[in-house]
């Protein structure tokens, strides 16, 4: 077992990146990262979510909670999954949304992102779902944005992609129970440029996990990877060995510069997970993926089709896990009354 | 302060008086349903007692949680422990036995209503309280009640079990009740 890292610093965010996320109550106001936040609030986000996956499952898919509010996906880099799920929960929590396909908009008319944000702003919305291809910008919204918005991260750059890693530690819990101290998980791919990894990783060690492990080749690794509390690994039959959980993580192409690997099939016959690799995770192991899925790179079709496969699990739980965090980050959670009957309302 | 009989002396006339008011009414394969938390212990009791003979209620007891339905969410936020609804997935042309514990503001009723209401249309629905007491702020009664109390200024009464029901007084001013 490694040493736990304390804070790792990521030089894009610098140290207070956790800081702004809480109100002066400790609640969460914004959601950025899973760095830095206690494993109260990520077991917090864990526990709304479970409430909220009863009402993905009623015939009327709709809770009063968010009505009147207006959320706004602000969408500077392309996503299907993850912005239709975010629409989705906000609208199952009767919110108004409003999406803005910013890459085909004002921006390229030259327009700065800030006024982009003030021109939003000024239409009385009270959250930003931000996903952008640099590391750091929500950060930077969530900073520049009037008190009372919140700012949700549905992704940027390599840094962080929050929402992604909660439902996959929710996933976990709905598979392996709730307590993380005995589980082996291993991550598998392209760690390097992986907003999920890192922000699983984070996750994962606030969740106290026995065993998290990398497994990639050292190219699509990020120098002092150790540091993140993870143990590394470099071939995947070692690395998956006995886990409980195998998370295969998309080659991220669009994002490699120089030449990190020689080729597709060469990193598939290393590293793509098959039925006869899984063998030597422990039987009942769960796999996952974050999606998009690239059948024959990273993940064999027997496997993403098979039984042990919970990638389509984590898109029906990510509407949840969002509609926990919507609610979180607009309204402030009260006390909790244990075994008391409410009050006589 | 009155003299308060037990939960458990109520409930057996609660009992009595809804198989009347059902046969009155002609109401015929009824649904019970109880309201998070106080409102479940009630209702179990209840779907317990009039099922012991003859089968009034050919379902097991629903239940409600209406954290997701409450007015003051945005003054008070969320309990993270949502107890899953569980109603019969329609409940359209149902006659609706709605139990809650102590009926106060009337606001609880109210967002128990408009949960019932996005699962179907019932037909009816009818309101039983173990206990009732002042200071409705919405113009809704309880068709019957366990009994009526007086409170004086700052009193609260709350149902704490499930094992044993009893009845707890509380004097209010110690704790902020937002959501009385």
Known sequence: ???????????????????????????????????????????????????????????VKKVPLLRGKTVVNLFFEASTRTRTTFELAAKRLSADVLNINISTSATSKGETLLDTLQNIQAMHCDMFVVRHSDSGAAHYIANHVAPNISVINAGDGSHAHPTQAMLDMF???RNKGEDFGNLRVAIVGDILHSRVARSQIHALNTLNTGDVRVIAPKTLLPIDIEH????VFHDLETGIKDADVVIMLR???ERMQGALLPSEQEYYQLYGLTEERLLVAKKDAIVMHPGPINRGVEIDSNVADGARSVILDQVSYGIAVRMAVMTMTLGREPETEENTAGDGQ | MQQLATPDELL?????????????KAIDNPLMVGIHTGGVWVATRLHQQLNNSTTIFSEPLASLDISFYRDDFSRIGMNPKVKPSQLPPDVDDRHIILVDDVLHTGRTIRAAMNELFDYGRPASITLVCLMERGGRELPLQADIVGEHVKLNQGEHIKLTGPE??????QQQSHKNISNG
Not at chain 1, 5 to 23: E, R, V, Y
Not at chain 1, 31 to 41: H, R, V, Y
Not at chain 1, 228 to 231: A, H, R, S
């Open chain 1, 1 to 59: 077992m490694v040493n736990k890292a304390t804070k790792p610093t990521d030089a894009l965010i610098g140290h207070d990146a956790w800081n702004i996320q809480l109100d002066k109550n400790g609640n969460l106001k914004h959601f950025l990262t899973t760095e830095g936040l206690g494993s109260e609030i990520l077991t917090r986000i864990l526990d709304t979510a479970e409430s909220f996956t009863s009402v993905n499952e009623k015939s």
């Open chain 2, 164 to 169: 044993p029901l009893a009845f707890e007084l």
């Open chain 2, 12 to 24: 057996a006339q609660m009992a009595e008086k809804l198989k009347t008011l059902l046969s009155d």
């Open chain 1, 228 to 231: 993140m509390g993870v143990n």
């Open chain 1, 251 to 253: 080659l991220q192409k």
């Open chain 1, 171 to 173: 996933t976990i819990r």
